[in-house]
């Protein structure tokens, strides 16, 4: 006996699958002939005009297909037994042929289907008779005839129990294959159409994911479009900057099962890449999830979602990732917990998940075991590289300049050189002017949404000062300008950025010092409109700080609070009410992230003795 020749392309084998289908098909129906309980011509007119002979037309057009050719089949009613014996030897050939294209080391969407979600034979066998009918539209006319119900729009379960669960024993198996724990339905292989609460399951059609149809005509390394708005699957990540020890703990933690990977950093630093680069050097994708978009349903239309998300990344060999995951929350009250629908993922995926955090605070993981890994600003060397990467002809003083000059992430300077290149009207490339605009661009609305830009019309010389305040206001150019090399190539130590307190009666020149201060170090400077700021909701007003402290972080913005007193408050000791301690933990947050701000922040008051005397010093 010859051994059986590998399938030479998936079409061979969804032929042969289509072919086995319809004898499946012809052998239940003649045999309910035979045995009479199927009638040969029913009394309804709608089922009645489907004759014997009109049913062997079908059975003749199927093997024609089949063959590939016009040929009719050898007899219009050759009856139950001969088709059985046809089935069955089909069925062992193409076991054999499977095997051996399997052992070839080639893939077939069906068989890569019943891997991927541990289908059993008879589970496998249910999804390929509701996916025929989508190649094959003339099954839909024998699965009514066979069902003997005009309204029979397709597989239901009425079907599967002569088809597939054909043994008494197998029954029981039924009803937990449909049942919304088994693979076929929590993973949305198969849907099962609601009815009305009188309707039996017995007729609720059985309905294969749009998506599965798209595999089985070669199209399986795409996203289901349904998808599309909530998830993006990426993969060949462009080049990033990161420390070898770095990526070796976030591939490490994305090969360590059911672990929470939580990748923690401000905007555009590069968290979403690394996952990505850590992703690819295991071989995978990533699957980068929506998660305002999930979160904005209602959870009856959320959980269908995530588990189609939970499919797509078993069908991708995707992992995961759920970007800026502390944005996603929807109300205070659910500032500190993560959202349920990633609670949901959490709990059902089966492997690594990775998580994105821009602020400092994080919400309560508990889910799962959790690595956590912190993205720090690039130094100021790794800095000039990401330049000279993302623009090769920028010259290395060029390049030590922006870095000195803009203390920006990666992903700022990657928008930045895009930003500038397409804003040039000619072929030449962007000069730096044209870069040190383009990355004052990339932050300005985020900033703008808390405050307001200010105009920088004046000179050093336009202020009527004394000569020490003159010379301070040197200083704090001077110590702003170089700042950066202070900390990074001499390696002092101390506070990363510059804070200012003008105190002063109205009218002085305290705000237009902020100004001349802006304009001499050649940056914008925004005024923090405290009104937005502030908020009644408890973690609202340190949520809002934090936006601008991030957006302003890179170092092209100065920082200007006027009217500091009522935001830089003393702290009580006398804690009397809960006002008085979320306003001590507010103030607290405040001198904590100043501290840690690496730009300009000037601040401005009427009252400096109502100032907390930690701001002071």
């Known amino acids: 006996m010859e051994p059986a020749a590998p399938y030479p392309d998936l079409h061979a084998h969804l032929r042969d699958e289509l072919w086995r289908v319809w004898l499946r098909v012809e052998f239940q129906i003649r045999n309910r002939w035979e045995m009479g309980i199927l009638p040969r011509v029913a009394d309804d007119a709608t089922i009645g005009i489907w004759t014997p002979d009109n049913l062997a037309g079908l059975f003749r057009a199927a093997h024609g297909d089949y063959i590939g050719g016009e040929r009719a089949a050898p007899a219009t009613d050759a009856g139950a037994t001969p088709v059985l014996e046809a089935f069955v030897h089909h069925s062992r050939t193409m076991s054999a042929r499977i095997h051996a294209t399997l052992d070839a080391g080639l893939r077939l969407p069906l068989c890569d289907l019943a891997r991927c979600f541990d289908l059993n034979p008879r589970q496998?066998?249910?999804?390929?008779f509701a996916l025929m009918p989508e190649i094959d539209p003339n099954l839909l006319a024998a699965y009514r005839y066979l069902s003997h119900d005009p309204s029979c729009r397709g597989l239901d379960a009425r079907l599967l129990a002569l088809l597939v669960y054909d043994t008494p024993e197998s029954r029981a198996q039924l009803s937990r294959d449909l049942s919304p724990v088994s693979p076929l339905l929590f993973f949305r292989l198969l849907e099962q159409e609601e009815g009305s609460i009188n309707d039996s399951m017995l007729y609720r059609r059985l309905r294969p994911a749009a998506r599965l149809v798209q595999m089985l005509t070669g199209d399986a390394d795409e996203l289901d479009p349904q998808l599309a708005e909530l998830a993006e699957l990426r993969s060949d990540p462009p080049p990033g900057l990161f420390p070898d020890a770095l990526l070796a703990q976030a591939e490490a933690a994305l090969r360590?099962?059911?672990?929470?990977?939580?990748?923690?950093?401000?905007?555009?630093v590069g968290k979403r890449l690394l996952c990505q680069h850590a992703a690819a050097r295991r071989g995978k994708r990533t699957l980068m999830i929506h998660g305002r978009g999930i979160a904005a349903l209602d959870p009856r239309s959320a959980r269908p979602m995530v588990r189609s998300?939970?499919?797509?990344?078993r069908l991708l060999g995707a992992i995961p990732v759920i970007p800026d995951v502390d944005d996603v929350a929807t109300g205070e009250a659910d500032r500190d917990e993560l959202p349920g629908f990633v609670t949901t993922l959490c709990n059902e995926h089966k492997g690594p998940i990775a998580l994105t955090v821009r602020r400092e605070r994080m919400p309560r993981m508990e889910v799962r075991p959790v690595v956590q890994l912190?993205?720090?600003?690039?130094?100021?060397?790794?800095?000039?590289?990401l330049w000279r990467q993302q623009l090769p002809s920028l010259s290395e003083a060029d390049a030590d300049a922006l870095s000195e000059r803009f203390a920006a992430p990666g992903g700022v300077i990657v928008a930045a050189g895009r930003a500038a290149a397409a804003t040039r009207l000619d072929d030449q490339l962007p000069d730096v002017a044209a870069l040190d605009h383009a990355v004052r661009a990339q932050l300005h609305d985020r900033i703008l949404r808390l405050g307001r830009k200010l105009a920088t019309p004046f000179e050093?010389?336009?202020l009527i000062v004394d000569e020490d305040v003159s010379e301070t206001l040197r200083e704090i150019i001077s110590a702003v300008r170089q700042r950066r090399q202070v900390r990074e190539r001499w390696g002092f130590r101390g506070a990363q950025g510059v804070s200012v307190l003008f105190s002063g009666d109205p009218g002085v020149g305290k705000t237009m010092s902020a100004t001349v201060l802006a304009r001499q170090l050649d940056l914008a400077i925004y005024e923090v409109d405290l009104s937005r700021v502030v908020s009644k909701w408890i973690g609202e007003t340190e949520k809002n700080l934090s936006d601008v402290f991030d957006a302003a972080e890179p170092g092209h913005v100065v920082l200007l609070f006027n009217e500091a007193d009522s935001l830089f408050g003393k702290r009580t000791s006398d804690v009397q009410s809960a006002n008085d301690r979320y306003a001590n933990l507010e103030t607290n947050y405040l001198l904590q992230r100043l501290e840690r701000f690496g730009g300009l922040a000037i601040l401005t008051t009427n009252l400096a003795k109502a100032i907390d005397p930690a701001f002071r010093r």
């Open 374 to 385: 912190t993205l720090d600003i690039p130094s100021l060397t790794e800095r000039s590289t």
């Open 309 to 313: 998300l939970l499919r797509e990344a």
């Open 124 to 128: 496998a066998a249910a999804l390929t």
């Open 256 to 268: 360590g099962g059911d672990l929470l990977l939580v990748v923690q950093g401000v905007s555009g």
């Open 460 to 462: 050093l010389a336009d």
